[in-house]
């Protein structure tokens, strides 16, 4: 079982950057695949990233060259590098973790933290 928990979000302005971290507990952190998902009032939850060991599975057509995602195994932590802020990358950011391969798909991911608040003025 993995537990996680997210830190680091926070309000920025249009244009900054922010890194959130998640960190986990278990001893086979490294066998699942972790993925960042974001979710704005009213909004349905979706992808923004995820990751395996060390190779990045893919990124949200959103996010794409700004956003970079990458894990310290050692740590037990994910990061999620938000560059170039835009209003509405504001949400609730969750970390997630899944056996098995990659899956944009929140539904069939088994673990979740409690979510980080990510606001971006304008």
């Known amino acids: 079982q993995v537990q996680l928990v997210e830190s680091g979000g926070g309000l920025v302005q249009a244009g900054g950057s922010l890194r959130v971290s998640c960190a986990a507990s278990?001893?086979?952190?490294?066998?699942?695949?972790m993925g960042w998902f974001r979710q704005a009032p009213g909004k349905e939850r979706e992808f923004v990233a995820a990751?395996?060991?060390?190779?990045?599975?893919g990124y949200a057509d959103s996010v794409k060259g700004r956003f970079t995602i990458s894990r310290d195994n050692a740590k037990r932590t994910v990061y999620l590098q938000m560059n170039n802020l835009k209003p509405e990358d504001t949400a609730i950011y969750y970390c997630?973790?899944?056996?098995?391969?990659?899956?944009?798909?929140?539904?069939?991911?088994?673990?979740w933290g409690q979510g980080t608040q990510v606001t971006v003025s304008s």
């Open positions: 997630a973790a899944k056996t098995g391969g990659y899956s944009g798909s929140y539904s069939l991911y088994n673990y």
């Open positions: 990751i395996t060991w060390s190779i990045i599975l």
């Open positions: 278990g001893r086979t952190f490294s066998s699942y695949v």
